[in-house]
């Protein structure tokens, strides 16, 4: 590649965020000079690219008309206070934080819905849809070339990095606490979490719904491009670090052929499927990977045509970081 351009990463202290700049060396993204950016609390620090380290600079100062893309791996609110601004400047907009309308920034996984970024008109604006949405999606597409689904039904084991940094660095004190049978403080969740599974991730609504659930569902439907299909997730709050887990059940219209659906995950884009007998796990597989570990393989007990999965998928690398540099290396491609 021979024309480079010039990035922001909002949220570069973030463990999205320090992803992204990880991918973006990783995967050689012709990057020219790159602006690191956060809150004025993380103004100062810094984070390692090409053996250099980049200096973390304050977001509400950043002039974006010196970058041609940005990537915004913060929450909503900042996404709300400086995409507009980004765009306005001529940079184009990866966002992960889902605050920004699908018809200004439509929900695009590569693997599943790319042909969508052909329709895209200036200023150029892409949503990277949450983790959870992101592993599904790439499992289901190749799935409804052979399979007519009529219902999802998801279970997600959801990792404490889900929620950030803070999250993850809770669980840790709490799992020492507990092993040095010292008393156990909570404060970023409201029970304890280490060896433990929480019910819930977030608030609920008055039907019982968290937001990441609802998320999940409107982003699932989107990115399939199917707005009616029924949906049912329940997200849980598990004692892991880094990678998620689903359990997955789809209702089909017609009985299932295994061997039909095993060669189509096979031949899926970002899958690996694990032999029968055997299954994957987020530690001993899925983190620090690039892919949707699949397993599980099965009929529902008495029911052909029910199909049940086990997947596992890096939150932070694959349905995080990963997908956004992917969207953004297919912005970037015709203007090579």
């Given at each position: 590649?021979?024309?480079?351009?010039?990035?922001a990463?909002?949220?570069a202290?973030?463990?999205?965020?320090?992803?992204?700049?990880?991918?973006?060396?990783?995967?050689?993204?012709?990057?020219?000079?790159?602006?690191?950016?956060?809150?004025?609390?993380?103004?100062?620090?810094?984070?390692?690219?090409?053996?250099?380290?980049?200096?973390?600079?304050?977001?509400?100062?950043?002039?974006?008309?010196?970058?041609?893309?940005?990537?915004?791996a913060?929450?909503?609110?900042?996404t709300?206070?400086?995409?507009?601004k980004?765009?306005?400047a001529?940079s184009?907009?990866?966002?992960?934080s889902?605050?920004?309308?699908s018809?200004?920034?439509?929900q695009?996984?590569?693997e599943a819905?790319?042909?969508?970024?052909?329709t895209?008109?200036k200023?150029?604006?892409?949503?990277?849809?949450?983790?959870?949405?992101?592993?599904?999606?790439?499992?289901?597409?190749p799935l409804?070339?052979?399979?007519e689904?009529?219902?999802?039904n998801?279970t997600?084991?959801?990792?404490?990095s889900?929620?950030?940094r803070?999250?993850?660095?809770?669980?840790a004190?709490?799992?020492?606490?507990?092993?040095?049978?010292?008393?156990?403080?909570?404060?970023?969740?409201?029970r304890?979490?280490?060896?433990?599974?929480?019910?819930?991730?977030?608030?609920?609504d008055?039907?019982?719904?968290?937001?990441?659930?609802?998320r999940?569902v409107?982003?699932?439907?989107?990115v399939l491009a199917?707005?009616?299909?029924?949906?049912?997730?329940s997200s849980v709050?598990?004692?892991v670090f880094f990678g998620?887990?689903?359990s997955?059940?789809?209702?089909?219209?017609?009985?299932?052929?295994?061997?039909?659906?095993?060669a189509?995950?096979?031949?899926?884009?970002?899958?690996?499927?694990?032999?029968?007998?055997?299954?994957?796990t987020?530690?001993?597989?899925?983190?620090?990977?690039?892919?949707?570990?699949?397993?599980?393989?099965?009929h529902?007990?008495?029911d052909?045509?029910?199909?049940?999965?086990?997947?596992t998928?890096?939150?932070?690398r694959?349905?995080?970081?990963l997908?956004?540099?992917?969207?953004?290396?297919l912005?970037?491609?015709?203007?090579?």
């Open positions: 590649m021979n024309q480079s351009f010039d990035i990463v909002v949220g202290t973030g463990t999205v965020g320090e992803t992204i700049v990880q991918m973006l060396e990783e995967r050689d993204f012709p990057v020219g000079k790159l602006h690191l950016l956060a809150s004025s609390e993380s103004d100062g620090h810094s984070v390692p690219f090409r053996g250099k380290n980049v200096r973390v600079r304050d977001v509400d100062t950043f002039d974006f008309s010196s970058v041609q893309l940005a990537f915004f913060a929450g909503p609110a900042v709300l206070s400086f995409a507009a980004a765009s306005a001529g184009m907009v990866v966002d992960l889902g605050a920004l309308p018809a200004q920034a439509p695009v996984v590569p819905n790319a042909q969508v970024l052909a895209l008109k200023p150029l604006q892409v949503s990277s849809p949450s983790p959870s949405a992101t592993a599904l999606a790439v499992v289901l597409a409804l070339r052979v399979l689904i009529q219902r999802v998801v997600v084991c959801m990792a404490v889900a929620q950030g803070e999250a993850v660095s809770e669980l004190r709490q799992t020492t606490a507990l092993l040095n049978l010292h008393p156990l403080e909570t404060s970023f969740f409201d304890q979490m280490a060896f433990n599974v929480l019910a819930q991730v977030g608030t609920p008055a039907q019982g719904h968290v937001p990441l659930e609802k999940l409107n982003e699932l439907r989107e199917m707005p009616t299909l029924k949906v049912s997730a709050q598990v004692p998620d887990s689903f997955v059940s789809l209702q089909l219209a017609g009985p299932v052929d295994l061997v039909e659906v095993n189509a995950l096979e031949a899926g884009e970002g899958i690996e499927l694990v032999e029968a007998g055997d299954y994957p987020a530690v001993g597989d899925a983190v620090g990977q690039d892919v949707v570990y699949v397993g599980r393989v099965r529902g007990v008495d052909t045509s029910e199909l049940n999965l086990w997947l998928s890096d939150n932070v694959k349905g995080g970081a997908n956004a540099v992917q969207l953004a290396e912005l970037i491609k015709d203007q090579l």
